[in-house]
C-alpha cells in the first residue's frame, strides 16, 4: 500500500522536476548573462524580461539589437514549450524581425503561438521599452527537440 507521505514525496518531486524544465533556458549562460528573467510561461504565451545595463548598450546608449533580437528568440520558444508543459525543448528554423526604435531600459518581451502545423511551431513576439514604446516585433518558426539529458 502506498503512504500518503509517499504520495506527496512523488507529488513534491515531480513539481521540482517541472520548475527545473520551466527554468531550463536560465542553464544556459548566455540569457543568465544577460540577465533573462521569466514572468511566466504559460498555455503558447510567455513574457520575458531584461534590465537595461551599460554593457548591453550599443553606440548610441540603447540596448543592442542583439540582446532584443535574442530576447524575441528566447520568449517565443519558451511560448512554444509550455505548450508541452517543458517535456521538449523548442529550436529555431526561422526569425524574422522589424526594429520599429531604439529600446532604453528594461525590455519584456512578449511571445505567443500562433498555430502548430505539421511539426513546426509558429510563434510572435513584441519587445517594449521602459517607456512601453515598441522596440521590436518579430516572427520565428520552431521545432521541438528531446531534451538532453539531465548532467
Avoid at 508541452?84 to 526569425?95: E, G, H, P, S, Y
Avoid at 519584456?108 to 516585433?137: F, H, M, P, S
Amino acid at each position: 500500500m502506498t503512504s500518503v507521505r509517499h504520495v506527496e514525496e512523488d507529488a513534491s518531486d515531480l513539481e521540482a522536476l517541472a520548475e527545473a524544465r520551466r527554468n531550463a533556458y536560465s542553464r544556459v549562460a548566455f540569457t543568465r548573462w544577460l540577465g533573462v528573467q521569466r514572468a511566466y510561461s504559460k498555455d503558447g504565451r510567455a513574457r520575458l524580461t531584461v534590465e537595461g545595463r551599460p554593457e548591453l548598450e550599443n553606440v548610441i546608449h540603447a540596448i543592442h539589437g542583439g540582446v532584443v533580437l535574442t530576447l524575441m528568440d528566447v520568449v517565443m520558444a519558451s511560448a512554444a514549450v509550455s505548450l508541452v508543459d517543458f517535456q521538449k525543448t523548442a529550436v529555431t528554423l526561422n526569425l524574422s524581425s522589424s526594429f520599429v526604435r531604439p529600446g532604453r531600459g528594461r525590455l519584456v518581451a512578449d511571445g505567443e503561438v500562433l498555430q502548430t502545423l505539421d511539426g513546426v511551431i509558429l510563434c510572435q513576439a513584441e519587445v517594449r521599452d521602459a517607456t512601453d514604446e515598441v522596440v521590436a516585433r518579430g516572427m520565428g518558426s520552431f521545432r521541438y527537440l528531446p531534451l538532453p539529458e539531465a548532467t
